[in-house]
C-alpha cells in the first residue's frame, strides 16, 4: 500500500528575518515560457530606442579664454581640478564642480604650447615655443580649490623656476612617480626638478619633436613623435634611444595604454589612429578609421578600454581600444577644430579645448543618468544593457544603435572618402589583374601606412 505524502519545508518559503526579501517560487523550465525570446527582443528593441532618446552628452562650456585653448593638464590628486593653456600665453585653473575658473596667470608671452602637472599635484610646469621666447616656467599650485578662491588675487604669478632656452619647446610631460620632467623641441631633454641644466638629452636626426610622453606602467620608458613622420621610443636608463618608427604620414600626438604598459597610440595626418604593440613595431595592432580630416590629439580613458580623439573636422570620437571604428562621436555648431582633449581620471567625463576659445564638459557615456541611481533604477539599468548585449547582432537594433546625426560637412566628406577609397581599391585590382602574377603584392591594411622600423 503507497501512501502519498505532501512535503513543505519552511526553510523553502519563510524569511528569516522581516527585512529579508520575499521568497517567489520560480519555475526556469523553457517548455514554460515559450515566448521568452520574443518578449526579450521587444524589451531589447525599446531600451536602445531609449538609449538613443536621452543621449545628450553636452554638460557644460568653460568660457573665459581670450584665444585657442591650445592644452590641458589634469590634476593628480584632485578630480574638479583642471589646467588650461591659450595660445596668447594665458593659463586658467577651473573648477569643473563649479563650472567656473578659480585662477588666471599670464604665463608667457606667446603659445602655451605644452603644460603638466607634478605627480605629488603641488605645482605644474608650462613651456612656450615661438622664437626669441622659448622658456620653461614651474607655477606653484594649491591641492585645495577652495584655498586657491579665498586666496583669490593674493596668489603670485610669478613662476618659481624659470628656464629660458635657445631651442623651441614644442612639448613636456613629467614622470608619474619622481620628480623628473621631459621636455621635447630640437631633442628630448630629460630635466631634475633641482638642476637648471637637462640631466640627459637624446637625439636622432636633426627634425623637430612635436610632443613627448611618458608611459605611465613602466615610468622609465617614453615616447615622442618627430616631424619627420616617425614615433621614436627611448629608456631613460639607456644613453641612446630604442627604436624608431616610420609612417608614411606624421604624427601629432601620442598616449600610452594606463592598463598595457607595452600598448600606446598615435593620431595621424592621415586622418587615421593607430595603436602599436611596442615588442613587435612592424605593423599596428590596430588601425581606428572614422575622421575626416587630421587627428589632433588623443587621451586614453583609466580603464585602458577606450580613447577619446580631437580632430580638425570640428567633432570628437570615442573609439573602443580594440576596435576599428568609433562607438560614440560628439559635435556642436559653434565647435571649431578641436586641438585638445582629455579624459577624466575618474572615466566618466570628456573635457576638449577648441579654437573659439570654449573648453566643453561632455558624458563619456552619453545617454548615461547622472546622479544617485535608486537600487531599481540601477537593476533595470543593468537588465537593459544586458538585453542590448543578446540582440546587439540583430540587424533593427544594430541599426538604431549605430545610428548618429553628423554635420553635413562630416556626412559629404565621409561619401567622399568612400568613393575616394573604393576608386584606389578598384584601380589596384585592375593592375593586379593585368601584371605578372606576384609583382603587385598583396598590402593589408595595417601595413600600408608604415614605412620602416630602425633600431
Not at 94 to 107: I, S
Not at 213 to 238: G, H, K, T
Not at 431 to 448: A, C
Request: a positive charge; one cysteine or more.
Amino acid at each position: 500500500m503507497k501512501v502519498k505524502v505532501l512535503s513543505r519545508n519552511p526553510d523553502d518559503y519563510i524569511r528569516e528575518t522581516k527585512k529579508d526579501i520575499q521568497r517567489v517560487p520560480r519555475n526556469y523550465d523553457p517548455s514554460l515560457h515559450p515566448f521568452e525570446v520574443p518578449r526579450e527582443y521587444s524589451r531589447a528593441l525599446n531600451a536602445v530606442k531609449l538609449e538613443r532618446v536621452f543621449a545628450k552628452p553636452f554638460l557644460a562650456s568653460l568660457d573665459g579664454h581670450r584665444d585657442g585653448v591650445n592644452c590641458m593638464a589634469k590634476h593628480p590628486q584632485s578630480l574638479s581640478s583642471l589646467l588650461s593653456g591659450a595660445c596668447d600665453g594665458e593659463v586658467k585653473i577651473w573648477n569643473l564642480t563649479k563650472r567656473e575658473c578659480v585662477r588666471t596667470l599670464q604665463a608667457h608671452e606667446g603659445f602655451v604650447r605644452g603644460m603638466c602637472v607634478r605627480f605629488c599635484g603641488t605645482s605644474f610646469f608650462t613651456v612656450c615655443g615661438i622664437l626669441f621666447s622659448c622658456s620653461l616656467k614651474l607655477f606653484p599650485v594649491l591641492n585645495n580649490l577652495e584655498k586657491i578662491e579665498k586666496a583669490g588675487s593674493k596668489c603670485k604669478d610669478e613662476p618659481g623656476l624659470l628656464l629660458l632656452s635657445q631651442s623651441v619647446y614644442t612639448g613636456i610631460d613629467h614622470h608619474w612617480k619622481e620628480g623628473t620632467f621631459a621636455t621635447c623641441g630640437q631633442q628630448v631633454d630629460i630635466w631634475d626638478e633641482q638642476r637648471t641644466s637637462p640631466i640627459r638629452s637624446f637625439s636622432w636626426g636633426v627634425d623637430s619633436i612635436i610632443s613627448v610622453r611618458f608611459n605611465p606602467v613602466e615610468p622609465e620608458l617614453l615616447a615622442s613623435c618627430v616631424s619627420n613622420r616617425s614615433i621614436v621610443l627611448y629608456d631613460m636608463r639607456q644613453a641612446t634611444p630604442l627604436k624608431k618608427v616610420i609612417m608614411k604620414m606624421r604624427s601629432n600626438a601620442l598616449c600610452w595604454n594606463p592598463m598595457e604598459a607595452f600598448m600606446f597610440t598615435c593620431a595621424n595626418e592621415d586622418y587615421n589612429l593607430y595603436t602599436f604593440d611596442m615588442r613587435r613595431l612592424d605593423s599596428p595592432v590596430m588601425v581606428h578609421m572614422d575622421h575626416v580630416s587630421a587627428v589632433l590629439d588623443l587621451d586614453y580613458s583609466p580603464t585602458g578600454k577606450e580613447f577619446v580623439s580631437a580632430s580638425f573636422d570640428k567633432s570628437i570620437r570615442i573609439f573602443p581600444a580594440d576596435s576599428g571604428h568609433s562607438r560614440e562621436v560628439y559635435h556642436t555648431k559653434r565647435m571649431q577644430h578641436v586641438i585638445c582633449v582629455k579624459w577624466s581620471s575618474d572615466s566618466k567625463y570628456i573635457l576638449s579645448g577648441s579654437d573659439e576659445m570654449n573648453i566643453r564638459l561632455w558624458k563619456a557615456n552619453a545617454s548615461e543618468k547622472l546622479g544617485v541611481l535608486a537600487p531599481r533604477e540601477k537593476a533595470a539599468l543593468n537588465y537593459n544593457q544586458k538585453l542590448k548585449e543578446k540582440f546587439q547582432h540583430h540587424p533593427k537594433i544594430q541599426r538604431i544603435a549605430r545610428h548618429r546625426h553628423l554635420p553635413k560637412t562630416i556626412f559629404s566628406q565621409i561619401k567622399e572618402l568612400r568613393i575616394m577609397r573604393n576608386a584606389q581599391r578598384r584601380k589596384l585590382m585592375n593592375v593586379r589583374k593585368h601584371s605578372k602574377s606576384g609583382s603587385v603584392p598583396v598590402m593589408t591594411e595595417r601595413k600600408k601606412h608604415m614605412v620602416a622600423v630602425v633600431e
